[in-house]
């Protein structure tokens, strides 16, 4: 299954080529080492199970960073999923990014959302603010996507499969 993110204007930015479905329709699974290819071709991999979240509608993304020490979010804003017939899933970056990792909450790239957003229609920029105030409050009491027994669900997902780091 191939993920592919677009730039707020349409251009490519990056894909998951190998991502693999998983057990949820709007989960799926990047094995460590499977390539990620950003848009001018260059190629970077996670070493650790990594399970890209999707949810019908939402303006957000969750990749769930399966690390030996624990779980790290990376959320994308992004428009609403959408499956594509034999091109696998596809989606528009809004580029605030909300990442919570070691525990550490941050959000980044407001300010090109500020500058790009002045393209985007109304109705994204809206919903990009109110997904990224949603996942920050969701993030700071560990709920939604971030509670504990959501990553440990996908983590067993994973070590049933034999698919875990370095597997």
Sequence with gaps: MKITSLHGDGRPHRCWPEAVCTDDPWVFYVPPG???VEADGRRWTDEDPVLLMFWPGAFYQVCLLLRPYGTDYYCNIITPPVY????????HDLDIDVLLMKGELQVVDEEEFRVRSRRYPAVWVEAAQAARDWLTAAARTRSGPFAP???SRWRAWVERRGQGRGD
């Design 34 to 36: 499977s390539p990620v």
């Design 84 to 91: 594509q017939s034999g091109a696998g899933v596809c989606f």
């Design 149 to 151: 027994a959501i990553a």
